[in-house]
């Protein structure tokens, strides 16, 4: 084997790594620039808004629910090996809904909801040539199909997660009264929210929100060869954007903890 | 005027077009044939600017479109059109609809005097009376006539269709063969067709390039074609299974 073998595979597989995100920075700013030059009509962003959030509120609603009940039993059966005092199970799940798994489970179940079908529509309008023609008729593509997308899954982000976190809560705060006697007064305690974690909340929000649909769109762009493709497209858009999702959830959640102490 | 001066195109080791040197003249009608898969497609995808090639250059009207960027395609794009194979009608607007919308959102039209000038394009293709149906409702080459009717309200100078008569029967082709001489002969078009239809291809062109093997292996009129002694063009105007010719 030639030495240079090993080094040039190296550098070939980094070049292949650093293509998706590249790829995604560009549709990004494409998206973006599109946005400010000429915002899409509302009712087509409404209905997008409507189209995205009829998608997955069923669904945000059964798994966070479920998962705000499961803390808190879990949350009260750590709490009592120490000492049998659950005065702060509702504020700390507040806390951690509010700035980690609200965000964070919500734009998960939106990526598997609402990303794969972005990729898919897009894939499919890809492989029956109709994003070829848009373009031969000068209708640009990004404009067009992903920047109302973009703005419309970064508020619907937004609004998803503040109803997923209202919902955990909600259903912890049930459990913890029927099951353990937690008052509701002590369960709804704002104590442990402080301004940082709200802000923690938001960028994640707001960077989910954006990332998300940008991530399917790029999928969707690169089916080729059929409906296969557009089912590659899906699978390969699921699986980006959750790890995107999962990856910015530890790089916000460490600058912030650095910034903060 | 199309120009190709040794435009090389490949698709990771497939080289699809190798050094194709070829000048497609205004106000005729060139067919572009060859078998499926040869890059016919990939060949007239770089006169609209969704392809550029790997080396070479493609100039249209004179000027070099090599290294354009999509806002300078755009007013190249108004001259020259491409319509695809498969319809790329909307399914829930009417044809009169359909066809007037590029008038809307390009040309700035009323929606009313958009929806006149729709009626006059689609009388062009013989299709006013099904003017308020929708394109389901309608026959698979009234709808590539819609889509023809549609590429012609932005006033092109040329029109590229690939693959037009493919999937119709023997009466719809000759309906739309009819369609792509009119465009020709009486509105004065430049007009390039993609095919591997024999029929249609003798009935209409004026000139005919024929692909093989990622080069143009043949290219002249009608009468020259007939007339070749390459055993691969007598093997493919003859329509036979076996032969010199490699798919
Ligand atoms: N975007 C693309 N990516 C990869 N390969 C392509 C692409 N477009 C065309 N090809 C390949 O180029 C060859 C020629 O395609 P095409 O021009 O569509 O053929 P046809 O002559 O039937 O129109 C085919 O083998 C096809 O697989
Ligand atoms: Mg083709």
């Known amino acids: 084997m030639e030495l240079t073998a090993i080094p040039r595979a190296v550098g070939a597989f980094v070049l292949s790594a650093a293509e998706p995100p590249r790829a995604w920075a560009v549709l990004l700013s494409r998206s973006a620039r599109a946005l400010v030059r000429r915002p899409p009509p509302r009712d087509r962003l409404l209905s997008q808004m409507f189209d995205i959030g009829n998608r997955s509120v069923v669904f945000v609603a059964i798994t966070l629910g479920f998962l705000g009940a499961i803390s808190v039993f879990q949350g009260v059966m750590q709490a009592s090996r120490v000492l049998p005092d659950y005065s702060m199970v509702g504020a700390t799940l507040i806390n951690v809904m509010t700035r980690e798994f609200g965000p964070t489970i919500t734009a998960l179940m939106i990526a598997t909801r609402v990303g794969t079908g972005i990729a898919a529509e897009i894939g499919s309008m890809v492989v029956t040539d109709q994003v070829e023609a848009m373009k031969v008729s000068n209708t640009d593509p990004v404009e067009y199909l992903v920047a109302p997308r973009v703005l419309a899954c970064l508020v619907m982000t937004f609004v998803l997660t503040v109803f997923a976190v209202l919902v955990a809560v909600a259903a912890g705060a049930l459990v913890g009264y029927l099951r353990f006697q937690i008052g509701f007064a002590t369960f709804f305690s704002m104590r442990l929210v402080d301004w940082a974690d709200l802000w923690e909340g938001l960028v994640k929000c707001a960077a989910y929100g954006v990332a998300i649909p940008v991530i399917a769109a790029e999928s969707g762009f690169r089916a080729s060869g059929g409906s296969e493709g557009v089912g590659w497209a899906t699978t390969r858009s699921v699986v980006n954007a959750s790890f995107a999702v999962i990856f910015m959830d530890f790089i916000i959640a460490s600058v912030i903890y650095l910034v903060t102490g | ?247």
């Not at chain 2, 009207?61 to 395609?73: C, I, L, S, Y």
């Not at chain 2, 003859?238 to 032969?243: A, K, S």
Request: charged share 25%; hydrophobic share 45%; net charge neutral.
């Open chain 2, 1 to 247: 005027m199309i120009e190709y001066r040794g435009v090389s195109r490949s698709f990771g080791p497939k080289v699809v077009l190798d050094r194709v040197d070829l000048v497609i003249r205004d106000r005729e009608i060139t067919y572009v044939i060859g078998a499926s898969g040869t890059g016919k497609s990939v060949l007239v995808k770089h006169a609209v600017g969704l392809l550029s090639p790997d080396s070479g250059r493609v100039l249209v009207d004179g000027t070099d479109v090599t290294d354009f960027t999509e806002d300078q395609w755009r007013p190249v794009r108004r001259r020259c059109v491409l319509v695809f194979q498969a319809s790329t009608l909307f399914d829930s607007m009417t044809l009169r609809d359909n066809v007037a919308l590029p008038m809307r959102i390009h040309g700035k039209v009323p929606r009313h005097e958009a929806r006149d000038l729709a009626t006059g394009y689609l009388e062009a293709v013989g299709l006013a009376s099904k003017a308020d149906m929708m394109p389901a409702e309608v026959a698979p080459s009234e709808r590539k006539q819609v889509s023809i009717a549609r590429a012609l309200t932005l006033s092109p100078e040329c029109l590229i269709l690939d693959e037009p008569t493919t999937g119709l029967d023997v009466v719809a082709g000759a309906m739309v063969d009819r369609l792509i001489a009119h465009l020709a002969r009486d509105l004065g078009k430049t007009v390039i067709v993609v095919s591997h239809d024999l029929r249609s291809i003798f009935g209409v062109a004026d000139r005919i390039v024929f692909l093989y093997k990622a080069a143009v292996r043949l290219d002249g009129p009608p009468a020259a074609f007939r007339a070749s002694t390459d055993p691969v063009v007598r093997q493919f105007v003859g329509g036979e299974p076996t032969g010199p010719m490699e798919t």
